[in-house]
Structure formats: C-alpha cells, structure tokens
C-alpha cells in the first residue's frame, strides 16, 4: 500500500533548520510495530503518524514515534502537523488566512491554530495540554556540573537554580552562566547517572542570547543510550513555563517569550512560549512556532 508522506523543518521559516520532522499522512491499517519500524526507518526525532479523529469536529488522531518508542505528546511534531494539515485542507478552500484545529494526541486533544505564510509554510500555535508543574526530585550542583563537563560556579545565574518540571515529559533545568559556558557543555557518561534521574531529559538555559528580543539561549541532551542533542524542543518550552514562573515570578497578565535553541548544532531554532500569570499562579501556556514542508514522497508500506 502506498501512503503519502512529508518532512518538515519545525520552529524555522526557512529550510534546513530548527527540528526534522517525518509526517506520514494516512496511517491506517498500520499496527503498533511497522509504526515503530517506520520511525526507526527515517531515524529522526519524531515521525507522526495521522489517523481518522476519534471524536466529532476533530481534525485528526496523531500518534508520535521516536525511533525508539511512543511518545504521549511532543511540541515540534504538534507544530509541524498542524502546519501540513492546514495547508493540506487550504487546499479546498482558498483564500483562507488562518484556521484552527483540534488535533487528539495520546495526552488529550490539542488546539491549534495556524496561521499561512506560503504554499509550504506557517505559523503554528497550540495550547499546552498539561500546566507545568515541579517534580520531586533532588539535584545538586557539583554532581550537574561533573555530568556537563561544567565548573560548579558556571551553573546558576540571578536566582535561577536546578529545577525539575513537567507538562507532560518530564526535564531537569539546568540555568548556566553564560553564553560561552552552555557552548562549553560536554556531556560525561561516567557522570550522569548520579547527577540525573533516569529517562529524564536535562535542558540547560541561560539568559544570554545569540540574537536581539529572545528571553533565553537552550540546549537539551538525553541519553538513548548514547547522548542526543535536540535542536528544538516544544515539550520542555512548555515545561519551562514552570521555571520562568518559580524564578522570574512575573506580573499577572499574559507574557510573551522567545527561546532560541539549536545553534551549537547548526540547526537554529526559535520557539515561541507564551504564558498567562493570575496571581502569582501559572493559568495558561501556549507553544508556537513556524515549519516549512521541505519534501513529500511516498511510503510503500
């Protein structure tokens, strides 16, 4: 059977940055394993894989593949899907300027909406399906700083120290000084276990940036089993939600942040993260950010 598909670069407007993304259009008929097989077979960060919805006035189930397993939910597979679809159905209806979508994931439906900039790009917002919120667990500078080939006093800036926050996946934060110093960053197996917890990526920030009007400069690793660096990582963005209200306690009112990602790798990435604050407490998170489709071909699976 043939299914067609399409690879996305996410959280940039131009091809051949932010994060790959592989969308194969229609996956029905197709079970739990060639899913898994066809992720492993494009071998990038995410494959998603689009469905019939469940449920009425829903654009469309998607299920989310690394190569090495199933994902509940995930940011740049969120943008980057709801930027195809919406130009795939612009298709009937042109002249469309935006559109919104509700896009049913394993963590729940998502809206989206999505704004045209091109035949083959857009802007995509969605609404974060869980509110970060802290989780339990100790860390501690020295072993951080060993892990991250760091010094001790290049980890925390202001009064940002290490955190862990959740939106859904779950992230050790790691503020670090300075520009030079996240760029310094070498991860250190012999190290890491005692540092981190187990399946639990590390996103390293600081407020430094590379370019004007962006809020922090990010890099995130995770081991499976070598360590992976992600150029744009939605996920812990919305998570991050969670650090900027513990530390920088911002004003009731919605706020509007940029976090660039990706550079040290070659991919730069922006992702938009915006959050609203009523009374000291977090009450809403959005994610956005731009993809461009940079190929279609067709799967004969």
């Known amino acids: ?55 009425p006035g ?14 509940p939910f995930a940011g740049h597979p969120t943008v980057g899907t709801a930027v195809l679809l919406a130009i795939e159905d612009r298709g009937a209806t042109p ?21 045209f900039d091109g035949e083959r790009s857009g802007h995509a ?11 339990d667990v100790r860390l501690d500078r020295e072993r ?8 001790a006093s290049e980890i925390g800036f202001e009064n940002h120290e290490i955190s862990a926050f959740t939106a859904g996946v ?24 005692d540092a981190f917890p187990a399946k639990t990526s590390v996103y390293l920030y600081t407020r430094e940036t590379e370019g004007l009007l962006r809020a922090f400069h990010g890099r ?25 209200q513990k530390f920088d306690q911002p004003t009731s009112g919605s706020h509007r942040l940029t976090i660039e990602q990706g550079f040290e790798m070659g991919r730069p990435s922006l992702i938009d993260l915006e959050i609203d604050i009523a009374e000291g407490h977090l009450r809403a998170v959005r994610i956005g950010g731009d993809a461009v489709i940079i190929a279609r071909g067709t799967l004969y699976v």
Do not use: K
């Open 125 to 135: 917002i969605f609404d974060a399906p869980e509110l970060a919120r802290p989780l």
């Open 144 to 151: 951080a700083a060993a892990a991250l080939g760091l010094a």
């Open 95 to 115: 002249g469309v300027s935006d559109v919104m979508l509700l896009l049913e994931e394993n963590v729940g439906p998502i809206r989206c909406v999505v704004a």
């Open 58 to 71: 829903h654009r469309a189930r998607l299920r989310i593949f690394s190569p090495a397993s199933e994902l």
């Open 220 to 244: 995130m690793f995770w081991r499976a089993p070598a360590f992976v660096e992600d150029p744009a990582t939605g996920s812990a963005a919305a998570a991050f939600a969670g650090v900027v």
């Open 170 to 193: 779950p992230y050790c934060f790691v503020p670090v000084r300075n520009l030079a110093a996240i760029a310094s960053v070498v991860p250190l197996p012999q190290y890491w276990a």
């Open 1 to 55: 059977m043939s299914r067609p598909y399409a690879i996305l670069d996410v959280f940039s407007d131009a091809p051949l940055a932010g994060n790959q993304l592989a969308v194969v259009l229609d996956a029905g008929g197709l079970d739990d394993a060639q899913m898994q097989a066809i992720a492993a077979e494009f071998n990038l960060a995410e494959t998603v894989f689009v469905l019939p919805a469940e449920r």
